[in-house]
């Protein structure tokens, strides 16, 4: 079955660098999502990514933050000065254009990265 | 209200026991509902879609009450791999183009 796949799996960095997060989504899939888990928290919305542009984003995705679509198949997180709260695991995600409806299709995660910063 | 509130737990069951899982969510335009499970530290896995008829797949039954803004999932004849957090996640939007919006999750532990 095809996944997402995100590299590193654990990131550590000092604060105030920066840091790129790399995520390959299934390759027929058109919708990407970045998300974020704060250990012992809920999964939290960043931003969502559809034809090369920025569809939605959350009040945490401000600009320290940029997403990019580099070529045909990574799609990246950066963020530009880290901070110690940014520590947390960061999912990417992808969905399909089909048909899905009123339902949508569902978004498929991958196995995330988890940002320490130190 | 929160956006989407669960059960707090944990659940202890033993093997073979049926568990249910209750959530509610306070934007009544939500177009679309899911239950995904996420094993410690790992991430989300689709579990099932919540069709407003209910919905059943195998061991696992999911109903949503949308006058209630009340989502459930039954697990029957639970095994130790059902072990998880199960999340209950919302899509506040229809269509493809769409952000989900989780609930914290609640924990399941079945014990042999």
């Known amino acids: 079955e095809p996944e997402v796949t995100q590299t590193p799996s654990h990131q550590v960095t000092q604060m105030g660098q920066e840091v790129i997060l790399r995520c390959v989504p299934i390759?027929?899939?058109?919708?990407f999502y970045w998300y974020r888990q704060i250990l012992g928290q809920k999964v939290e919305f960043l931003v969502s990514?559809?034809?090369?542009?920025?569809?939605?984003k959350s009040e945490i995705f401000d600009d320290q933050f940029s997403v990019e679509r580099p070529d045909g198949s990574n799609f990246t997180l950066k963020i530009r000065s880290t901070k110690l709260e940014d520590s947390a695991m960061y999912f990417c995600?992808?969905?399909?254009?089909?048909?899905?409806?009123?339902?949508?299709?569902?978004?498929?995660f991958g196995d995330g990265t988890r940002l320490s910063i130190l | 209200r929160k956006e989407v509130e669960q059960d707090p737990g944990p659940f202890n069951v033993p093997e073979g026991a049926t568990v249910a899982f209750n959530c509610t969510y306070s934007?009544?335009?939500?177009?679309?509902f899911f239950w995904y499970r996420q094993d410690c530290r790992k991430e989300p896995k689709l579990l099932m879609s919540?069709?407003?008829s209910g919905n059943e797949d195998g061991r696992f039954t999911a109903q949503l009450n949308r006058a209630s803004q009340y989502i459930s999932l039954l697990i029957r004849d639970s095994k130790l791999s059902d072990s998880a957090t199960y999340l209950c996640?919302?899509?506040?939007?229809?269509?493809?183009?769409?952000?989900?919006?989780f609930g914290k999750g609640t924990l399941l532990t079945v014990n042999p």
């Open positions: 996640v919302v899509n506040p939007r229809g269509g493809s183009n769409y952000k989900l919006t």
């Open positions: 390759s027929n899939h058109l919708y």
């Open positions: 990514f559809y034809n090369n542009e920025i569809s939605e």
């Open positions: 995600a992808s969905s399909h254009a089909g048909r899905g409806g009123v339902m949508g299709q569902p978004q498929h």
């Open positions: 919540v069709y407003s």
């Open positions: 934007n009544s335009a939500s177009q679309s």
